[in-house]
């Protein structure tokens, strides 16, 4: 069955509209807690937890990934840019993986993938340092062949295939698919799972992903882990975190497979 990865970064969202006072975005002080969402994330089924620390520290702050790192007992997934600052964290404090994104500071969220190929020999050395630290390196990467190769050529571990552009044209074709749009997004889908299985390396999903679009994606052949964020964050105002992991769990473990 694959694996639920819950991203807790709008958790931190919420808590920030309120108290961001304070150096580097202030202290993590306040409600909601992420640590508390975490624990009611697991009681909920998911099997990674992933926080974003982003350079702006706009929502999870530095306290966060220090306190969630001692209390989350799944795997814990930092998300990180390709600096030596949060390479340098992620090895001081062993997270179990690193996904490396891009980051803008204008963008909202993580918006399109990492352009690994433009610059490989970079990430070769980032992915070497993250390894001696017994990091698992992943990278968020469009679902682009040259990327993939290029991943596997930086000594990735693992991909998390960008699904942003299908749940996209999910959302325009009323999810058809036999609408050509949504069709081939899906077909790309389906060849990075096979271009990054057959190089070697875990082949992950996520982004934009929700309990309407998810279920063919985690039919995909061999897909490990879908990393969700804002749909169950949104759908836990409603019912509490914990049962909208477990529905979001039950989605992706009734494909069949
Ligand atoms: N995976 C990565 C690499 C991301 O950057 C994000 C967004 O923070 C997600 C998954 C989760 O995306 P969403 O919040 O749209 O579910």
């Known amino acids: 069955m694959p694996l639920l990865g819950v991203n807790i970064d709008h958790v ?23 640590v508390h969402a975490a624990f009611e994330a697991q009681l909920g089924g998911a099997d990674c937890i992933t926080a974003h620390l982003r350079e702006d520290r706009r929502h999870v702050v530095d306290r966060d990934i220090e306190l969630l790192r001692q209390t989350v007992s799944v795997k814990f997934n930092l998300e990180m840019a390709g600096t030596d600052e949060m390479a340098t964290l992620a090895r001081r404090l062993r997270v179990h993986q690193a996904t490396l994104v891009p980051e803008g500071r204008a963008e909202v969220t993580t918006e399109g993938g990492l352009d690994v190929a433009a610059n490989p020999e970079r990430w070769k050395w980032l992915v070497a340092g993250l390894h001696e630290g017994h990091v698992t390196a992943s990278a968020f990467i469009d679902p682009d062949e040259r990327q993939i190769d290029a991943a596997k050529r930086a000594g990735f571990d693992a991909c998390e295939i960008h699904t942003g552009r299908y749940a996209n044209h999910f959302h325009k074709t009323g999810g058809d698919f036999h609408h050509p749009d949504l069709a081939k997004e899906f077909a790309a889908l389906r060849s990075a799972a096979k271009a990054v299985a057959d190089r ?27 990393h969700i964020g804002h749909s169950i964050v949104a759908r836990a105002v409603f019912v509490g975190l914990r049962q909208a992991c477990a529905e979001m769990k039950a989605l992706i473990g009734a494909t069949g497979r």
């Open 200 to 226: 070697g390396m875990r082949f992950n999903v996520g982004h934009a992903l929700n309990y309407v679009n998810v279920a063919p994606v985690a039919g995909l052949p061999g897909v490990g882990e879908l």
């Open 12 to 34: 931190a969202t919420v808590r920030q509209a309120r108290y961001r006072q304070g150096p580097g975005g202030g202290l993590g002080y306040g409600e909601p807690d992420v």
